[in-house]
C-alpha cells in the first residue's frame, strides 16, 4: 500500500486481477522502491505515477469487467489515514478495493489542484474562512464547470449544464429570496448528482482561562480565537488587573502588508488593523465595519457611506478620499491577492462628504459580503509616499501598518508573537487593553501553556477528547462552535466507476459518517445532509434533505439496481 | 566435540556444517564476553524473535479500532486485561502496534545498513585505491553527502517522493554513507602499502583482483563494524523522520506512534503509549552499541 | 612548500564542492511539484489569472537554466534575493534565525566537547577496571534514546511536572518578571536555555567522550608514557601529559561536530518550539520558498564543508605523510 499502482501498469497490467492482494502489494512495493531510486526521473514519478493509474484504470473499464483498485490520494494527516482506514472498512461489502496513498500537504496540493490530477478518489477539509460563509464558494468554486481546470477547485471535474446555469444565476440574484431559491435548486442538484461525498462539519473547540477574563463570542466557523471575524475579540473584559489577552496560535503571519497575500490566517490577522468596509455580526449576518451603510442602487452599482469621525492610528482623519484611493490603488495595481476586487469592480467616484459610488463590472451577489468584506480602508497618505523602487507596493515591507481598525500594531517578532493594542478611537472600542498572539506550532504546548497559566487561551482547533481533559480544570473553558467548513471525499468523474451516479450514491449510502466522526473527532460536530452548505447556516442550507443512514443493503441495492453483479470472489463488476 | 579425527570419519556434509557453525558460535561467543555485550544479544534476538513471529503473536490486528459493549470507542484506555499496553487516541491495540513496530526496526535497519555498507565500502575502495583524480572526486561527493543536513534533506525528499517506506529508506542510505565511505577510505590507504598488495600488483593481478580479493578483507572487519552501528543509527533516522510528521502514515513504526501520540496531544497523558515505542527505540540501539563494542576490538586490535 | 600546494589543491576541491551543492540543491528544490505560489492555489483564494502574474513577476516561469544563472549572477554581487513567502530580503529572514541556533549550539557544543574531554580521560585511564566498563555503558545510554524522546521526557518532567522551567520557545511572549532574580540580564532567554541545552548534551556527549578514551588507551600505551612513568612521573603529570597528546582525535572530531551540529538541531527545535534554523529550513521547503531554502541549506552545508577543510589543512600541517594526496 505504498507507491500507486500505477508502476505496474508499466509491467504487468494483470496485476489487477491478481487474486493475491498481499502479492501484488509486495510487487507495487518493490516497483516503487525501484521508481524511487530514478527509474523514473523524481519529478514525474508521483505524476506519472498517477497518470498511469489512471490511464490503467480507464483500460480496465471495459463493460463487464471487475471494478478496478481504486487509487485515492489523500494528504498524510492522522485523521485523513484513519478516515481512508474507516472507508475502506465501510465499502468492503460492496466489493469495492482502495490503493490508499498520501503525500504532504504541499504536494498534495500541486498535484491535485493546480496539475488536476486526482486519482479515482481524493480527501480534503476546508476551514471556515469568512467568505466561505457566502454560497458561491461551496458553491460555484467547487462545482462549476468554469472551475475545472488548473488551479481550480473542481477536481472531480464535474460537469453539469443545469448546474452550471443554477450556479452562475445564484450568483447574480441580487434579490436574497430569489437568491436563497437558486441556491437552494443548485445544492439539491449536488445532491442528486453526487460528485461529492460530504461527510461532516466539524466543531470548531477552542479554550480560554474563564477565571481571567470573559466575554468571549463564538462565531460561525470563527469559534471565540481565531482572527476570521473581528467582532470576537470586541467584547472579551479582563477579569484581573492584566487588561492583554495572551493567546496561542499555530501559525504566524507572513507579512505585515496587507495587499501581499491572500493568504486566509495573514489576511484576516491584518483585517485586525486595516478595518474592512463590512464584517460578519455573531449571527453570520452582514453588518457595517468601516461603513456606516451601503446601499444597493441597481444591479452593478452600490453606494458606500463612510462612518464619520473615523481617525487612523496615526491621529489623522480618514475621508473619501482614502475609500476612493484604496480602490483606485487595487484596480491600478492588480494584487494578486485582491483579485476578487479587481475582478469585481470596475470604478469608484466620490458622490459627496461621505459617499463612493461603486460600479460593478457584472451583477454580483456575493459583492458585499466577499469584496466589501475583504477590502479595508488604506491610508492614502502612507501609501501614495512609498518608495518607487519596488517592483509593486505589495513588495513593500510595511513595518509600521497603519489602519482605521479596532486593534492598532505594536510589535511583531517573526515566528515568535504578534502585539495589537486597543484603538480606542474605533466607533466601537475593545474592552481590552491590547493582545498577544504568541506562535506555538505543537498542540502539545498550546495545551501545556494554558494549563500552567502561561496563556489565557487557546486558538487553535482542539480536539474534544483534548477539550474534556482541560475542562476538568476549574480555571478553564472549553467552548464548542460549529463550523460551515467541511470534510468531503472528491470523486474523479471522469474516471470509471466513479462516472456512474448509481455507484457514487451506493458509496453515499455505504459510509457511515456518524461512525467516522466519532472515532476521528470525538463525535464533535454535525454530519452532513449531503449538500456542501451546513445545515448551521439556515438562511441557505436546504431543509428538506434527510442526508444517508448507513446502510449496506440499500447500497448494494442501489448499485444492482444501476446494473452492477459481483463475481464469485464478491468483487464489484462494472455495468455490461 | 573438536576433535574432527574420530575413528569413524564423519560423512563430509555434517564437516561442511559442523566447521562453520563451530566458526559461528564462535563468532556469536564473543559477544557474551561481558554482561553488557550479553545483554545486548539477548535483546537484538528478543526483537528479531517478535518480529518473526509478530503475525502470531500480536493480540489484535495493530490498525483495528477498539468498542466497549456500549459501542464506544476505547480511545486513550490505560493498560488493562485486554489491552497490556493500552490503547491510542483512536483506539488502537498500543501492544500489537509495539509487536508490529518491530518489523519496521528490522527492516529498515538491515536494509539501510546493506545499502550504506555497499555505498559506502565501494566508495571508499575505489577511492582509497585509485587515488588522484577519482579520489578527488569521489571525496568531493561526499564532501557534499557531509554537507547537506540530514533531516531537511529527508523533508526535501519526501516532499519530492512522497512519504512512503521505501522513500525513507532511500533518503537514509542517500546520506549515511559518507561516514563509512571516508574511514574505509583511510583504512584502504594504510592497507594498500602493505607488502601483500605490493606483491599481488607486481604479479599482475588486475586493479579489481586487488580491491576485492586482496584489500577487502582486510577493511571487512571494519566494514562489518560500521554496518552494526549504521543499523542503529538508520532506525533512529527513521524514527525522527517519523516523529516529524513525515514517515511512512500506512506503516506502524514505533517513530510513527511517538508522532501520532505527540501531534494529537497525548504525549504526556497517555505515558502507556509514549514510554514503551521510546523505551523500545532505545533499548534496540543500546544493544546494538553493546554489541558492536565488543565486535569492535576485532576490527581494532589494541582496544582489546 | 608542498604544504602551500597541498593547501591550495584542497582549497580548491572544497570550492568546487561547494558550487556543487549550489547548484544541487538549486535543481532539487526546483524538482518538487509546485512552486510558492501553489498553497494559495490551495485554497481557491489566488485566480490562475493573478497566480501566472505572480510568478511572472517573481521570475519562476523562466526555464530551470535561466533561473540558475540570474540566481548565480545576482549571487556573485552579493544578492541572496527576496523570500517568496515573507517578500523580505533572504538575509533578513535569516539572520535572526541564525542568532537563535547559535545560541543553542554554542552552549551545547562546549558543554558536550568540555565534559566529554574531562570524563573521557577519566575513564580512559581507568581503563580496565570495573568502573570503567560500567561508565562506558552508561554514557552510551542517552546517546542511544532518541533525541526528540528525551527531549520529551525531560519536558515533561521539569517543565509540566515541577514547572521549574518554560515549555518552550525562545523567550516569554509575554514575560513579566516577578522575582529579583528574575530582572538580571538574559534571565528570559537562560531560563529557556536549560532544557534543550541539557537534552542536546545529553546526546552528543558520548561521542567525543569516547573518542577521547579510545585516544588516551592508545596514547597511555605508547613509548614516551612507559618512558615518562619509569622516570616516575606523578599521576598528575602523567594524565596532562597524555591528555595533550591525546587531544587532537577530538578536536578534529569536534570540527566535525560544530557542522552535524548545525543540520541536526531540527528535532530540539520542533520539541522546544525553538525558533532556529532547522524549522527554518523545514519551512521553507514545505513553502517553496527557494531563495531562503536554498540559502539555508547553503549555509549549513559550506559550514560543515569549510570545517573540514579547516581540520584537513590541519592534518596536512601537522603530518607531512598526508600532503602528497
Known amino acids: 500500500m505504498t507507491k500507486s499502482s500505477g508502476n505496474d501498469a508499466i509491467v504487468d497490467p494483470n496485476t489487477y486481477a491478481d487474486p493475491d492482494p498481499k502479492r501484488a502489494a509486495s510487487r507495487r512495493d518493490v516497483l516503487g522502491f525501484l521508481a524511487a531510486f530514478g527509474v523514473v526521473t523524481p519529478t514525474a514519478s508521483l505524476i506519472s505515477a498517477i497518470d498511469a493509474g489512471i490511464a490503467t484504470a480507464e483500460a480496465q473499464t471495459a463493460a463487464g469487467q471487475p471494478v478496478p483498485r481504486l487509487s485515492v490520494y489523500t494528504p498524510n494527516w492522522p485523521d485523513m489515514i484513519e478516515l481512508w482506514r474507516q472507508l475502506a472498512r465501510d465499502w468492503a461489502p460492496l466489493g469495492v478495493d482502495l490503493d490508499v496513498q498520501q503525500g504532504t500537504l504541499d504536494t498534495f496540493v500541486s498535484n491535485i489542484v493546480a496539475e488536476q490530477k486526482l486519482p479515482h478518489l481524493g480527501s480534503m477539509s476546508w476551514g471556515g474562512a469568512p467568505d466561505r460563509l457566502d454560497p458561491d464558494y461551496f458553491i460555484s468554486e467547487m462545482f462549476h464547470s468554469r472551475r475545472a481546470i488548473k488551479g481550480g477547485l473542481n477536481f472531480g471535474l464535474y460537469k453539469s449544464d443545469e448546474f452550471d446555469k443554477a450556479a452562475d444565476s445564484q450568483r447574480q440574484a441580487m434579490d436574497p429570496a430569489e437568491r436563497q431559491k437558486l441556491v437552494r435548486l443548485a445544492q439539491e442538484l449536488v445532491v442528486a448528482d453526487s460528485p461529492s461525498l460530504i461527510l461532516y462539519h466539524r466543531d470548531i473547540i477552542h479554550a480560554y482561562n474563564k477565571k481571567r477574563f470573559k466575554g468571549m463570542k463564538p462565531i460561525l466557523g470563527n469559534g471565540i480565537g481565531f482572527p476570521y471575524m473581528p467582532l470576537a475579540y470586541m467584547d472579551i473584559e479582563a477579569l484581573q488587573p492584566r487588561k492583554v489577552l495572551r493567546l496561542t496560535s499555530i501559525y504566524d503571519i507572513a507579512s505585515l502588508n496587507p495587499f501581499q497575500t491572500p493568504e486566509i490566517y495573514n489576511s484576516t490577522t491584518l483585517r485586525l488593523i486595516y478595518a474592512t468596509f463590512v464584517t460578519r455580526d455573531e449571527k453570520a449576518e452582514v453588518m457595517p465595519w468601516a461603513l456606516a451603510s451601503w446601499n444597493v442602487v441597481d444591479n452593478t452599482t452600490v453606494d458606500i457611506v463612510l462612518r464619520p469621525n473615523t481617525k487612523f492610528h496615526d491621529g489623522k482623519p480618514a475621508t473619501v478620499e482614502d475609500v476612493k484611493f484604496t480602490f483606485d490603488f487595487i484596480l491600478k495595481h492588480k494584487f494578486p491577492a485582491m483579485g476578487r476586487v479587481t475582478d469585481a469592480l470596475e470604478s469608484a467616484s466620490i458622490t459627496g462628504d461621505n459617499t463612493v459610488r461603486l460600479k460593478l463590472k457584472q451583477p454580483s451577489a456575493p459583492f458585499v459580503a466577499n469584496v466589501l468584506g475583504y477590502a479595508f480602508l488604506a491610508p492614502k497618505h502612507i501609501w501614495e509616499t512609498i518608495p518607487a523602487n519596488l517592483a509593486t507596493p505589495a513588495d513593500w515591507p510595511n513595518d509600521k501598518p497603519v489602519g482605521s481598525g479596532p486593534w492598532k500594531f505594536v510589535e511583531w517578532r517573526k515566528g515568535e508573537h504578534i502585539q495589537f493594542a486597543a484603538n480606542k478611537d474605533f466607533y466601537r472600542p475593545a474592552k481590552l487593553d491590547g493582545f498577544i498572539a504568541a506562535v506555538v506550532p505543537q498542540m502539545e504546548s498550546m495545551v501545556g501553556m494554558l494549563e500552567r497559566g502561561d496563556s489565557d487561551m487557546l486558538a487553535w482547533n482542539l480536539d474534544m477528547t483534548l477539550g474534556a481533559r482541560i475542562s476538568q480544570n476549574p480555571d478553564l473553558e472549553v467552548v464548542r462552535t460549529p463550523t460551515h467548513g467541511q470534510h468531503e471525499v472528491r470523486l474523479n468523474l471522469s474516471m470509471a466507476p466513479c462516472n456512474n451516479k448509481a455507484f457514487r450514491h451506493a458509496l453515499q449510502h455505504a459510509t457511515d459518517r456518524k461512525k467516522i466522526l466519532d472515532i476521528i473527532f470525538s463525535g464533535a460536530g454535525v454530519v452532513s445532509h449531503g449538500a456542501p452548505i451546513t445545515p448551521a447556516l439556515e438562511a441557505w442550507a436546504v431543509p428538506s434533505l434527510k442526508g444517508y443512514e448507513p446502510n449496506i443493503d440499500k447500497a448494494r441495492a442501489v448499485l444492482k439496481d444501476g446494473g452492477f453483479t459481483w463475481n464469485a470472489q464478491g468483487k464489484l463488476m462494472l455495468p455490461s | ?304 | ?325
Open chain 2, 1 to 304: 566435540m573438536t576433535d574432527t579425527s574420530s575413528l569413524s570419519a564423519p560423512p563430509a556434509l555434517v564437516v561442511r556444517i559442523a566447521v562453520p557453525m563451530r566458526r559461528l558460535a564462535r563468532f556469536l561467543a564473543i559477544a557474551f564476553e561481558t554482561w553488557s555485550g550479553s545483554f545486548g544479544i539477548t535483546v537484538l534476538a528478543i526483537i528479531v524473535l517478535v518480529a518473526a513471529l509478530s503475525p502470531w503473536i500480536a493480540p489484535y490486528d495493530p490498525i483495528a479500532n477498539h468498542f466497549n459493549q456500549a459501542g464506544q470507542l476505547k480511545r486513550l484506555e490505560p493498560p488493562s486485561a485486554a489491552h497490556w499496553l493500552g490503547t491510542t487516541y483512536y483506539g488502537l491495540d498500543v501492544l500489537s502496534q509495539m509487536i508490529d513496530g518491530t518489523r519496521i526496526v528490522l527492516v529498515v535497519g538491515i536494509t539501510c545498513a546493506f545499502f550504506i555498507a555497499i555505498i559506502g565500502t565501494n566508495v571508499g575502495l575505489v577511492a582509497g585505491y585509485y587515488g588522484g583524480r577519482i579520489d578527488a572526486a569521489l571525496m568531493r561527493i561526499t564532501g557534499l553527502a557531509f554537507g547537506i543536513p540530514f533531516i531537511p534533506f529527508a523533508v526535501v525528499l519526501v516532499a519530492l517522493l512522497g512519504p512512503s517506506l521505501w522513500n525513507m529508506i532511500l533518503t537514509i542510505s542517500l546520506l549515511m554513507w559518507r561516514t563509512t565511505a571516508r574511514v574505509i577510505r583511510s583504512q584502504v590507504l594504510s592497507v594498500r602499502e602493505r607488502g601483500f598488495v605490493k606483491a599481488a600488483k607486481i604479479a599482475g593481478a588486475s586493479d579489481l583482483r586487488i580491491i576485492y580479493v586482496h584489500i577487502f578483507p582486510n577493511v571487512l572487519p571494519m566494514t562489518l563494524l560500521y554496518v552494526a552501528f549504521d543499523i542503529a543509527w538508520a532506525v533512529l533516522a527513521e524514527a525522527s523522520i517519523s516523529f516529524l510528521g513525515f514517515g511512512d502514515p500506512n506503516q506502524v513504526s514505533w517513530g510513527q506512534m511517538l508522532y501520532l501520540a505527540y501531534v494529537s496531544g497525548s504525549i504526556r497523558q497517555a505515558w502507556w503509549w509514549t514510554i514503551p515505542p521510546g523505551l523500545g527505540l532505545s533499548l534496540f540501539v543500546i544493544a546494538v552499541f553493546l554489541v558492536g563494542r565488543q565486535y569492535e576490538k576485532l576490527a581494532s586490535p589494541r582496544l582489546r
Open chain 3, 1 to 325: 612548500m608542498e604544504f602551500l600546494g597541498f593547501a591550495a589543491r584542497r582549497t580548491v576541491h572544497t570550492a568546487v564542492t561547494l558550487v556543487l551543492l549550489l547548484v544541487f540543491m538549486f535543481v532539487l528544490f526546483r524538482l518538487i511539484p509546485g512552486d510558492p505560489t501553489t498553497l494559495l492555489l490551495g485554497t481557491g483564494e489566488l485566480t490562475l489569472e493573478a497566480q501566472q502574474r505572480l510568478r511572472a513577476q517573481w521570475g519562476l516561469d523562466q526555464s530551470l537554466f535561466e533561473q540558475l544563472l540570474a540566481y548565480c549572477r545576482n549571487l556573485i554581487s552579493g544578492e541572496l534575493g527576496l523570500s517568496f513567502y515573507y517578500r523580505r530580503p533572504v538575509t533578513e529572514v535569516i539572520g535572526p534565525m541564525l542568532i537563535n541556533t547559535v545560541i543553542l549550539m554554542l552552549p551545547i557544543l562546549v558543554l558536550a566537547i568540555g565534559l566529554g574531554i574531562v570524563i573521557g580521560t577519566w575513564l580512559g585511564w581507568r581503563r580496565g577496571e570495573r568502573v570503567e566498563e560500567l561508565g562506558a555503558v552508561l554514557v552510551l545510554i542517552p546517546r542511544a534514546l532518541p533525541v526528540f524522546w528525551t527531549g520529551i521526557v525531560l519536558l515533561s518532567l521539569f517543565a509540566y511536572k515541577l514547572q521549574w522551567f518554560p515549555i518552550g520557545g525562545i523567550r516569554e511572549a509575554f514575560f513579566y518578571p516577578e522575582a529579583w532574580y528574575q530582572n538580571l540580564p538574559y534571565y528570559d532567554v537562560l531560563q529557556h536555555l536549560v532544557l534543550p541545552v541539557a537534552t542536546g548534551v545529553l546526546a552528543s556527549m558520548a561521542d567525543p567522550l569516547m573518542i577521547m578514551r579510545t585516544s588516551l588507551i592508545e596514547v597511555r600505551d605508547e613509548e614516551f608514557m612507559v618512558l615518562a612513568r619509569a622516570r616516575g612521573l606523578s599521576t598528575r603529570s602523567l594524565q596532562r601529559l597524555a591528555r595533550r597528546s591525546a587531544l587532537l582525535p577530538v578536536l578534529t572530531y569536534s570540527a566535525v561536530m560544530v557542522g552535524f551540529a548545525f543540520g541536526g538541531q531540527v528535532l530540539l527545535e520542533v520539541v522546544f518550539t525553538w525558533p532556529g534554523m532547522g524549522r527554518l529550513m523545514v519551512n521553507s521547503v514545505t513553502q517553496r520558498d527557494y531563495p531562503v531554502a536554498q540559502a539555508a541549506f547553503f549555509l549549513m552545508a559550506s559550514v560543515v564543508v569549510v570545517l573540514n577543510l579547516i581540520v584537513d589543512l590541519l592534518y596536512g600541517w601537522l603530518d607531512p605523510r598526508i600532503r602528497h594526496d
